[in-house]
């Protein structure tokens, strides 16, 4: 405004000397110089444009952890070599090959053959290697040695434990094996019962045919036992990750099972003592019951004869119920009670087989506990008898308004 000012009172200026007489010429000069000062008010000039402001800093990224702090991350033994020096072993690998591997020549490292075969070559070979090695650490401890290249021409060597996933694979074979072995005795002694009943001289003794038809009738029902055995272990496997969540009472079902293996007890008594008061446990009420069966046969089968069977429910603690199983039998040596929840495992399978046993009882009752979040502990005495205690989680009840 002050320009535009300034410039209206040159021009006013102009036309007053022309008004007074001044000469044309200067009036003229006053006259443009007004007229100037108009148009530069009325449409200025840019203005110099202000320095261009300097790019920012670039902010610097997360440093990356050396290669030494993600060796030591790892809890498998992991080696980053190059040249056939170990440059860098993690605690693990320094635990397994030694404490003083770093700086050393791969193949004094891991001293085995296949591996030394491996490493031997001064570049990485492309892609990534696996190789079986056993003998690192243990005699017998299978590894699986992976080499990989890294960028730098070096190799990153991993060694990982197969221990657990052999002992799997074992455990699976073993099981077919077992499964085959028991279907297949009892298979056996169907077909050669009925390839003698197939003769006229046996099927024509009516004694001979009844105890050849009872004896297959046996054998038939202990395939059939073994069969719904696989299946109930089979789902109760499946349903291992799936909580149950119904409330289920565990005295009267005591008592319906009590009742459906009375014919086992052959006379003998089934004592229950309940001491808990309440007794509800979150559970499944049919593998519940499964479980309880397979207690209560095994206690019948294998204690002596004459003696009681006892069943307790006890408190223990705040949210655990106890269910306890004794026999008066013969008791297990304490060598052979960790295995006895093995599949098909027997102490003595001689008698096992001749009371019917599959082989599987346990088994069955310790993946029932384990699907239930609970803890199975077994105690047992020589020449005194054998005690199963399984501990549940009591129900958690919710109040409803």
């Given at each position: 405004?002050k ?6 009172l ?6 007053a000397a ?5 000469p044309?010429a200067a ?11 108009v ?50 072993a ?15 020549d791969?193949r ?5 053959p296949a591996?030394?075969?491996r490493?031997?070559?001064?570049a990485?070979e ?5 190789t ?10 299978p590894?699986?040695?992976?080499v ?11 060694l990982?434990?197969q221990s ?25 002694t ?9 003769d006229e001289a ?10 050849f ?7 038939a ?11 109930s ?8 990750f799936?909580a ?8 009267p ?20 003592e309940?001491r ?17 069966n397979?207690?209560?046969a095994?206690?019948?089968k ?17 949210d ?6 004794a ?15 093995e599949?098909?495992y027997?102490v003595?399978p ?10 599987l009882?346990l088994a ?9 979040r ?21 129900a958690t009840?919710?109040?409803q308004?």
């Amino acid at each position: 405004m002050k320009w535009l000012l300034a410039a209206l009172l040159a021009a006013a200026a102009a036309l007053a000397a022309l008004w007074a007489g001044a000469p044309p010429a200067a009036a003229s000069i006053a006259l443009l110089g007004g007229i100037g000062a108009v148009a530069l008010a009325l449409y200025p000039q840019p203005r110099e444009a202000p320095p261009a402001t300097a790019p920012a800093e670039p902010v610097p990224a997360t440093p990356a952890p050396a290669i030494a702090d993600l060796v030591a991350a790892f809890e498998e033994p992991l080696l980053v070599v190059r040249d056939r020096r170990v440059l860098i072993a993690n605690q693990a690998a320094r635990d397994l090959l030694g404490a003083h591997i770093e700086g050393s020549d791969v193949r004094l490292a891991i001293r085995h053959p296949a591996a030394a075969e491996r490493l031997a070559g001064e570049a990485a070979e492309a892609g990534t290697v696996r190789t079986e090695l056993v003998g690192l650490g243990d005699l017998d401890r299978p590894w699986e040695m992976t080499v990989a290249p890294l960028p730098d021409g070096g190799r990153l060597v991993r060694l990982a434990d197969q221990s657990q996933a052999r002992a799997a694979e074992r455990m699976r074979v073993d099981f077919v094996a077992n499964a085959s072995h028991e279907l297949r005795t009892p298979l056996a002694t169907l077909l050669g019962f009925l390839e003698t009943l197939q003769d006229e001289a046996a099927a024509g003794d009516p004694a001979t045919r009844e105890r050849f038809v009872s004896i297959m009738f046996g054998e038939a029902t202990r395939m059939r036992d073994l069969l719904d055995d696989l299946m109930s272990l089979s789902r109760i496997e499946a349903d291992r990750f799936a909580a149950p969540r119904d409330t289920v009472d565990l005295a009267p079902l005591i008592e319906e099972v009590k009742k459906a293996v009375k014919p086992l007890a052959e006379g003998r008594k089934i004592i229950v003592e309940n001491r808990a008061g309440s007794a509800l446990v979150q559970g499944d009420r049919g593998q519940l019951a499964q479980l309880l069966n397979n207690l209560l046969a095994n206690a019948l089968k294998y204690g002596r004869p004459g003696t009681p069977v006892r069943i307790g429910l006890d408190d223990a603690g705040e949210d655990l119920l106890a269910i306890t199983v004794a026999d008066q039998g013969e008791g297990i040596a304490p060598e052979y009670i960790p295995r006895l929840t093995e599949r098909f495992y027997r102490v003595d399978p001689g008698r096992s087989r001749q009371v019917g046993g599959t082989g599987l009882g346990l088994a069955i009752v310790k993946h029932i506990v384990n699907r239930h979040r609970g803890r199975l502990e077994i105690a047992s005495v020589v020449g005194e008898g054998t005690q199963v205690r399984v501990l549940l989680p009591r129900a958690t009840l919710v109040s409803q308004n």
